[in-house]
């Protein structure tokens, strides 16, 4: 079975193992530079951000993290682990730069004007890996919390699903926003596939390593 971290330095950490364990994956912690070097795969999990980021400078793992992103570790980011892997930050509290990897233009909670949290159905073919399975053509169930979107995305990103929302203006229009992309070996949603039983996401990250 591959060994998938679980980046653990604040967050929901423990959702993600459960559901790395129960897809069959082996799963450890990443607090050290030395847990991050003995993993097939990584997760950044949802919590705070800035947080994060300030927690992965004192614990020295930047650079670590960078050097492995570059070098092709499968990983996953969600909500704020989406915000850590976007090449740049609008709405980015002061001095919150982000570890990168991923080119787009991500807004941090971007939803929160209209609603903080939510859950929805989400019509994502592109998060349902097994075309032939009775499951491809049904609705995944996404919940997001004061989550980012992605306000742009560059030619190399695949956008994995989007939400209709509000457009704020007078006339009640939806615009898409990504919710779900990919880019090589790096995948990143602005909702949380751990809190809900849906495995698609963990799975997509899963299948990249068979
Ligand atoms: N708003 C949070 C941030 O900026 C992300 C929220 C989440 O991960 N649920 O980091």
């Given amino acids: 079975a591959p060994t998938v971290g679980v980046l653990s330095l604040q967050g929901d950490v423990a959702e993600h193992v459960r559901m790395l364990e129960h897809l069959g994956a082996r799963t450890v912690r990443v607090r050290r530079p030395e847990e991050l070097a003995r993993v097939d795969a990584l997760v950044l999990p949802g919590g705070e951000s800035t947080t994060i980021e300030k927690l992965l400078r004192a614990f020295d793992l930047v650079e670590p993290l960078q050097d492995a992103l570059r070098a092709g570790l499968p990983t996953l980011g969600t909500c704020a682990g989406m915000i850590l892997l976007a090449d740049e930050i609008l709405d980015a509290a002061p001095g919150q730069r ?17 609603v903080d ?9 592109g998060l349902l890996p097994d075309v032939d399975s009775d499951d491809a053509d049904r609705p995944l169930r996404a919940v997001f919390i004061r989550a980012p979107w992605a306000e742009s995305v560059g030619d190399g990103v695949e956008v994995l699903a989007t939400v209709a929302v509000d457009d704020g203006g007078d006339h009640g229009e939806a615009v898409e926003r990504i919710v779900a992309v990919r880019q090589g070996s790096l995948i990143a949603t602005a909702f949380h ?8 996401v963990h799975r997509l990250l899963l299948n990249s390593l068979s």
């Fill in 193 to 200: 596939p751990e809190t809900t039983s849906e495995p698609f």
């Fill in 98 to 114: 982000g570890v990168g990897g991923i080119d787009m233009v991500v807004r941090r909670n971007a939803f929160g004007r209209q």
């Fill in 117 to 125: 949290s939510f859950e929805m159905s989400l019509a994502a073919p």
